[in-house]
Every structure is written in C-alpha cells, then in structure tokens.
C-alpha cells in the first residue's frame, strides 16, 4: 500500500521546469529516501505536499486524501522540517516546542517526549538564540514529530550535525516507522546515510524522475547498466551522468527500471 502517490505532478516557474511530470508511489511504512542534485526538484515536491507550493498540472494523494480538496487534512498528517527550521531566538528550545504543541492541542509531556527523542533534553532551557546549527536541526526533527504524525517529511535533517549527530538522526529515523507506525519520506545529501536508512529511493534530475524502486532493484538496473554498485554514492552519480548525457527526452524512469 501507498501512503503517497503522485501522477505527473508539474511545477513550472517562468520557463525553468521545477519539477517535471513526476509519479511517485511511497509505501507505508517505509523510510524513502528522496535524492537528486541541487536544483533537480526535492524541495520543490516536498512543498508541494505540504500546500507551500501549488501544483501547476498533475495531482497526488496522501493517506487516501487528494490534493487539493482535502489540503487541510492531508496537513494533520504530516510532520515536516524543510530547510532551516526557524524559532523563537528569545525563547527556550522547550517554550519553542510548547508553543507547537498548544497549537496542535496536545498534552504537555508531547513536549518532554520530543526533546528526549532527538537528545535535546539537557538543553532545553538553553535560549534558542544560543543553540548550535546542529542543535536547530535537533528542534527542528522535534517539532516535526512532536505529534507522532503518521508521516514525516524530513529536507536534510543532519544538515550541521557531528558524526555522532548523524549516526544518532540517523538510527532515529530508522526507527521511526517500526516505533511509532509512520512514513518517512527524507532527502539528503549525504548518500551514505541515505544508503543505511532507506528502504526505497526516488532519484530526480532536472525535475524528472530517473528512477524508483529498492536499494536492491537499484543495483540490479545499475549491473544491467554496466554502473558500479559498491555504494550508493557511486551509483547515483553514475545514473545522473548517463542521464544528463541522454537530453531531456531521452530518459527512463519507474520502478526498478
């Protein structure tokens, strides 16, 4: 079953092409890792889902709501962090949390909850001002999960971290969908993390998908391909250089392709 599906979703700006006739179908349950050089379209589709961007053509449906009938309640599902999340400089890493949680409603141990998931809990009286960028991205997951949404939208989420911060997002994430019954649909730049977190992948370039499927029918395309499967790093750029080489008409997508 899909949480998400998209067909042919479009966003055009002027004459550049953002995202470009994409179909994407994400399984519940899964950990989706959602790749692409910089400017390919991820953040663009990422918006999308969360109403900050409007389709031009194409639609999608999440958790059986269609957009764009059912915006708002397709919102109540999602937990997101695109880009750098924002906050209360003034105002402590837990008053920042408190405030999203009186938003939502939710009860005052959602708050404790979430610092605790991410590491943040002795430093939740810290000014928010004085948090590190690693530090931001921690309250900004928290926020995201906060209130246990059945799906999360994660934009680089170990963006500033140490290696420590990163294993320890990353086993986090891993563990999301067993833990509380969730998506996780997250983009990053880090291929290794990716490649250890993820169940299926979506690769974009220049807005059009060039693939879809598991880590294993990924390397399966990529032996056919004669492309190097020792990680993903590798394969990934071998896909996008065969790509950009092809012309815009001249690519193949869908699963396991």
């Known amino acids: 079953m899909n949480i998400i599906e998209t067909q042919d ?76 999340p924002s906050f209360y400089g003034n105002l402590t890493g837990e008053e920042n949390l408190d405030i999203i949680r009186k938003i939502l409603g939710l009860p005052k141990s959602s708050v404790a909850d979430a610092l605790e998931l991410v590491g943040l809990t002795p430093f939740k009286n810290r000014l928010a001002r004085k948090y590190s960028l690693g530090m931001k991205q921690r309250l900004g997951l928290a926020g995201a999960l906060i209130s246990r949404p059945p799906i999360l939208i994660l934009d680089e989420p170990t963006n500033g971290l140490d290696p420590i911060g990163i294993h320890e997002i990353r086993t986090l994430i891993r563990s999301l969908p067993k833990q ?56 990934f750029l071998a896909l996008i250089d065969a790509d950009n080489g092809k012309g815009v008409n001249g690519y193949e997508s869908g699963i396991g392709v």
Not at 191 to 212: K, P, Q, T, V, Y
């Open 9 to 84: 979703l479009t966003k055009t700006y002027g004459d550049f092409t953002a995202v470009s006739h994409v179909s994407l179908h994400i399984p519940k349950g899964a950990v989706y890792g959602f790749l692409g050089p910089n400017g390919a379209g991820k953040s663009t589709t990422m918006k999308m889902f969360l109403g900050l961007v409007k389709p031009d053509s194409g639609s999608f449906t999440i958790h059986g709501r269609q957009y764009p009938e059912d915006r708002l309640e397709i919102l109540k599902e999602i937990g997101s962090f695109i880009e750098s």
């Open 180 to 235: 509380f019954d969730c998506t996780v649909l997250v983009s990053s730049h880090l291929l290794s993390e990716i490649e250890l977190m993820a169940d299926n992948i979506g690769i974009l370039n220049h807005g059009r998908l060039i693939f879809e499927g598991t880590m294993q029918q990924l390397k399966e395309r990529a032996l056919l391909k004669g492309y190097p499967t020792d990680n993903l790093e590798d394969t």
